[in-house]
Nanobody, 122 residues
Framework: QVTLVESGGGLVQAGGSLRLSCAGS????????MGWFRRAPGKEREFVVS????????NDGDSVKGRFTISRDNARNTVYLQMNSLKPEDTAVYYC???????????????WGQGTQVTVSA
């Protein structure tokens, strides 16, 4: 069993920054991908960024390219989402997830955190 715990959400003004953390635990914690997704009110879940655990390579969603960065701390089984130049449309609940297939497909992620709210005011 893998457990993911997010932290770091909150309220920020447009143009500001936030960093989210996602700590993974469990004896079998060895995902292929770690990803961040988000869901805004009334919208479908959206892929944000992902990181391939073995290589460290990353992939960005179109709406966050150049603004959001995913990174990791292997020793702590933790991934981070650094969000810069935040916009009101980035307001959503952000979820981290661990998966083994298509990094963009939420159905290929088998473990999810509880989510953390990010609110960006205009």
């Amino acid at each position: 069993q893998v457990t993911l715990v997010e932290s770091g959400g909150g309220l920020v003004q447009a143009g500001g920054s936030l960093r989210l953390s996602c700590a993974g635990s469990g004896r079998t914690f060895s995902p292929v991908h770690m990803g961040w997704f988000r869901r805004a009110p009334g919208k479908e879940r959206e892929f944000v960024v992902s990181l391939t655990w073995s290589s460290g390579s990353t992939n960005d969603g179109d709406s966050v390219k150049g603004r959001f960065t995913i990174s990791r701390d292997n020793a702590r089984n933790t991934v981070y989402l650094q969000m810069n130049s935040l916009k009101p449309e980035d307001t959503a609940v952000y979820y981290c997830a661990a998966g083994y297939g298509d990094y963009r497909n939420p159905n290929d992620y088998y473990y999810w955190g509880q989510g953390t709210q990010v609110t960006v005011s205009a």
